[in-house]
């Protein structure tokens, strides 16, 4: 079977400190949680709970108003001792929940109860995936029905790609689900392409899950018993960034080219999303813990956690034996996310999200390699000076999009930007490769340009 791939650049991204995707563990409950009201691409949820009050497991405690603003629920049972300001992001404040574990578990090691919903129409599995606050797992968290309506804007009915790309080893999370949650994934799939209004449902899979692809296919149709979905596996490359919007549009229509599948507007979304629409609608239970892969050179272990939306970094930490070596708290440097496209987090007690897919700690020894290394740790105020650049040429031959972060980083840095427009997708590329290891990719996507008219 052929696999497709995006014509140019990429990188082949491998990390030894990533953990194995091939189990996960499930974490201790922790003994207190920091739940956020609102996340980085939305409006603050309206709190619908006071503090002092005693909150079951899965009590809804806060009310998604207008667009993107999702319901928020208790990942456990506890009291609500106090409200705090919290940021998840540079010049972002967000209000935020403290929940101390006390009381009983209404979820946690009770029966499912499995609802059917092959009698729902579209209308009726939106609202449940609404009620229950599913978003989007992974980038900036939109609410899936805000997603839902923005794609059915265009008439032509919707291609709903399942997304289980592997081309980045801290996708370990997205992986393990994929194999532990195969069946919920399926279903959850059908319930979504029905909810958005598609008619083909499109399994792209990494080549070296091939049989991953044909067990997805195979349970998928198993469970459509009205007939009235197309399904399709597309083997794809493990180039870096394979599992980006614009590499899977490209896969999508080399695909549709050569064998002939009719297909409309692109709806994208990962395994862990698919699978918290299943919980939704079939279990009718909200988000309350997710798959994060956590790693790094400063800890003793590395695995994917199945833990409690609102657990501390520190927890993880915990849950993977500490730190390794010498490094300690005041010595280590932990980021949300891939080495590559993370964000720093300011303090061990910053909480896993709904959309915190991994988790990765580097210790002190590795500071300065990090710093100059990894993109979530630059601000452009920081840039290395212009002339260390040594016009290697490296990152044009990276770039999937054909650009060249070079020329565009030397006009940011002098203050050229109003003629440059980049079209960057943000995947970092540049920046792994370049020896003088400049913040290209930082620089490039944080700066407003002007004009759609930059490339090479």
Known sequence: MKVYSFSRGGIKFEDSFAPDSNSSRLAFLPEMVIVPLSTESGSRSIPVVSTGQ??????????????????????????????????PAPGFLSDAFVIRLEGSFKKLGKPEIRHEWADLNWFEIRSLISEYGVIEMDGLGRPLCDIFSQKNAVVSPLTFIVRCVFDDPWLAAEHSLCK????????????????????????????????????????????????????TEILVGSRYPQHSDYAMETVLLRYSKREGLIHGPMLMLSPTTVAAVYDAVVLRAPVLERYVAVGGAALKNRTVIKARIGSRLRDL?????????????????????????????????????????????????????????????????????????????????????????????KRISYGKTGIINSNCIGCGCCEAVCPSKLPLCTAIVRTPFKEDTYAV
Request: hydrophobic fraction near 40%; aromatic fraction near 6%; include cysteine.
């Open 54 to 87: 005693h909150i079951e497991e899965g009590m809804l405690i806060a009310r998604g108003q207008g667009a993107a603003s999702a319901n928020i629920h208790s990942p456990i049972p506890g009291k609500l001792t106090r409200a705090v300001k919290w940021s």
């Open 180 to 231: 532990e949650r195969l069946e919920e994934v399926a279903e959850g799939a059908l319930i979504t392409a029905r909810a958005a209004g598609a008619a083909t449902i499109v399994f792209a899979v990494s080549a070296a899950e091939r049989e991953l692809g044909r067990s997805l296919i195979e349970a998928a149709k198993r469970n459509d018993t009205s007939g009235q979905f197309t399904f």
């Open 317 to 409: 930490i915990g849950e993977c034996g500490g730190f390794s070596g010498k490094a300690e708290e005041s010595s280590v440097i932990a980021a949300i996310g891939s080495p590559l496209l993370g964000r720093a987090a300011a303090s061990l007690d910053e909480p896993v999200l709904k959309t915190s897919r991994s988790v990765f700690v580097s210790s002190v020894k590795r500071r300065e390699t990090a710093l100059k290394k990894y993109s979530w740790l630059k601000k452009i105020s920081q840039f290395l000076p212009v002339a260390t650049c040594i016009s290697c040429g490296e990152c044009r031959r990276v770039c999937p999009v054909r650009l060249d972060p070079e020329d565009i980083y």
